[in-house]
């Protein structure tokens, strides 16, 4: 059964970088999009970014010109997380789907992914 994995999560101080990756665990699964989510205690999961395979790139707001999503021909997925705040203290969680979607679609949705990680910590101090 096909599994994501993630890495890369810790603790960091306010102002800080961390850098999330996530590998798939078979060669022959062949994700369409893929995306980060974070979800904080009692908080609902929140789409972080999610890119698409012919690049293109969908950021929420709350991250734009901090966070970069990427993705490699082996189906990683990283998250580089620069100038990191409290806020952005969350478990972080890969997903992928494999269906066909236009990009414009909506996929910071949780519901638009049917394979996930089991998630990674990222704490951020003041």
């Known amino acids: 059964q096909v599994r994501l994995v993630e890495s890369g999560g810790g603790s960091v101080q306010a102002g800080g970088s961390l850098r999330l990756s996530c590998a798939v665990s078979s060669p022959t699964y062949r994700p369409y999009y893929m995306g980060w989510f974070r979800q904080a205690p009692g908080k609902e999961r929140e789409g972080v970014a999610a890119?698409?395979?012919?690049?293109?790139i969908v950021y929420a707001d709350s991250v734009k010109g901090r966070f970069t999503i990427s993705r490699d021909s082996a189906n990683t997925l990283y998250l580089q997380m620069n100038s990191l705040k409290p806020d952005d203290s969350a478990m972080y969680y890969c997903?992928?789907?494999?269906?066909?979607?236009?990009?414009?679609?909506?996929?910071?949705?949780?519901?638009?992914?049917?394979?996930w990680g089991q998630g990674t910590q990222v704490t951020v101090s003041s």
């Open positions: 997903a992928a789907d494999t269906q066909f979607k236009w990009p414009g679609s909506n996929i910071l949705r949780a519901s638009a992914y049917n394979l």
């Open positions: 890119i698409y395979p012919g690049g293109t």
